[in-house]
């Protein structure tokens, strides 16, 4: 049973880097929409190209840790 997604390659200097991702980070959820389902997962990413606001949900290092972004 999948809970998320796992991040990996997330290198130096990156945008990834810069929102505070790291490797090994776990993303489990996306403006409260679960990523536990691959295809559902695909489908919110299309959706969040409208978005202004976006919160993550994600597991690190066993700890939970939400983070918000806003998009001008």
Known sequence: Q???MR???IR???LYEKLGL???D???AVNDSSLSDPT???KLFEQLKSQRQIAVKLER???SVDLKY???
Request: glycine share 16%; no cysteine.
């Open 7 to 9: 991040l990996f390659a």
């Open 61 to 63: 290092n066993g700890s």
């Open 22 to 24: 790291k490797n090994g």
């Open 26 to 28: 776990i993303v489990t």
């Open 70 to 72: 806003s998009i001008r």
């Open 40 to 42: 559902q997962a695909l």
């Open 2 to 4: 999948s809970i998320g």
């Open 12 to 14: 130096t200097g990156s």
